[in-house]
């Protein structure tokens, strides 16, 4: 592909980010008379005022407004949007998190809450607290508040003091409020009841990865300022250390418990002492796995540890190219053959990886099938947005969310940023 094309892949994610993408959070969601955005839109574009707030949602919302602002202010194209609205949305759902969301008796962050603002499912999911850790992160990141990175750090506290399974390592699913044992343990209700779970461990060293940068940047500003050795400053490299120990133990989990040795696919449900119980496959996953424990390795500067991570990527992504279709689009996992929002635009971002690092050229042709297939079937012209799925005939699936608990400008928007981060153009 020439360099030509790879220009227009970021030109056309540009605009899909700050015309289609952006702009219907903006315009459409906001709840102007309670705060916040609201918690539903319904595939068929109903607005569901009093739907329940998720705090995933919320969380992948701070994140994707703060990374927008952080991303399109460094970037030649920072006019494509107004990085003022975006600013402010970012501090709205930020302020509305802190709010309604941070448990200020027991730590950590409630799982919903009500149109209202108050406790509507008060259990501690870690898979929702390391999306908070993402999006105070980001937030930090995005501004340079040091308020959002101490927000951020205790949220890393209550993770590691609660979800760290000390006896066989990894992290456990939930607790309730109080953080006692709760007997159902699942995401949703199409997982497994099991303590441990790859999607979990995923969204937890997907944070920590951005914590860290977040505390890296915080000691330049900080030297910067004042030329560091305070209390700050140590209270920074303290904690950077840390970090570095909790994502090095996250991806050898990864590598040693997660990765199936015969499949080269990352399995999902594990009992407490890591004993696999599901066979499952699931394509997302794997793609998405596979650049986000790259990036890990990447962040955390070992090369030793890059240099045992690299082969897995590659083998991960080689073994996602199962769910590969010919129209270009990835299917979900084994058994369902839909073409899931989130799915493609993981393996736009997946593939542009092996491209980036690997000079893989047949990635990036992989990468620019899927874009085609996403512009062609998923991305909603006139409402805003993308739509959740096509099945696997090809028909529209209107029955899912538009907007809600699980349907967020996450994948979508990171996608693009990502595209625009990665081929950036030449500085003149």
């Known amino acids: 592909m020439s360099e030509t094309n790879e220009q227009v892949l970021r030109a ?56 927008a602002y952080r ?52 259990k501690k999911q870690f898979y929702a ?47 309730r409020r109080d953080w006692q044992p709760i007997a159902d343990l699942r995401l949703s209700e199409k997982d497994e009841n099991q303590p441990k779970s790859q999607n979990t461990h995923l969204h937890i060293l997907e944070p920590y990865t951005n914590l860290l940068r977040a505390l890296r940047e915080a000691i330049g500003r900080d030297e910067a300022a004042s030329g560091g050795g305070g209390e ?29 040795p015969h499949t080269h696919h990352l399995d999902l449900f594990f009992a407490l002492d890591w004993t696999r119980t599901s066979s499952l496959s699931s394509y997302g996953h794997d793609i998405e796995c596979s650049w986000l424990i790259h990036e890990a390795a990447l962040v955390l500067g070992n090369k030793e540890l890059l240099g045992r991570v690299e082969p897995v990527v590659r083998d991960v992504a080689r073994a996602s190219e199962e769910g590969l279709q010919s129209d270009g689009s990835m299917i979900y996992e084994t058994f369902d053959a839909d073409r899931h929002w989130w799915v493609q635009a993981e393996t736009v971002v997946g593939f542009l990886n092996l491209y980036q690092h690997f000079g893989d050229r ?33 028909s529209l699936n209107l029955d899912d969310d538009h907007a809600g608990f699980w349907k967020c400008p996450y994948h979508n928007s990171r996608m693009c940023l990502e595209i625009l981060e990665r081929l950036r153009r030449n500085e003149k």
């Not at 969601?29 to 705060?35: K, L, N, P, V």
């Not at 399109?72 to 494509?80: N, P, T, V």
């Open 12 to 67: 056309e994610a540009l605009a899909c980010l700050t015309e289609n993408i952006l702009p219907f959070w903006l315009e459409r969601m906001a709840d102007h008379e309670r705060g916040g955005w609201y918690g539903q839109m319904t595939g068929r574009g109903v607005l569901v005022k009093e739907a329940t707030r998720g705090a995933v949602l919320y969380a992948r919302l701070l994140w994707t407004f703060s990374a």
């Open 71 to 122: 991303v399109l202010g460094s970037i030649e194209e920072r006019d494509a949007i107004d990085r003022a609205a975006l600013l402010a949305a970012a501090r709205r759902t930020k302020d509305y998190v802190e709010r309604c969301f941070l448990d200020r008796e027991y730590g950590g962050a409630f799982w919903s809450v009500t149109a209202d603002g108050q406790p509507a499912d008060a």
């Open 129 to 175: 607290l390391g999306f908070m850790v993402y999006g105070f992160s980001e937030y930090a990141r995005a501004t340079g508040d040091d308020g959002p990175l101490r927000t951020a750090l205790r949220l890393y506290d209550v993770i590691e003091h609660h979800g760290w399974d000390a006896q066989y390592g990894g992290y456990i699913e939930a607790c």
């Open 232 to 260: 700050w400053n140590r209270f920074l490299c303290e904690n950077v250390q840390r970090l570095k120990v909790s994502i090095t133990r996250l991806i050898d989990i990864f590598t040693e418990k997660i990765l199936n």
């Open 362 to 394: 047949r990635a990036l042709e992989i990468a620019q099938r899927c874009w085609r297939y996403i512009k062609a079937n998923l991305i909603d012209e006139e409402l805003g947005e993308w739509y959740w799925s096509r099945r696997a005939d090809g």
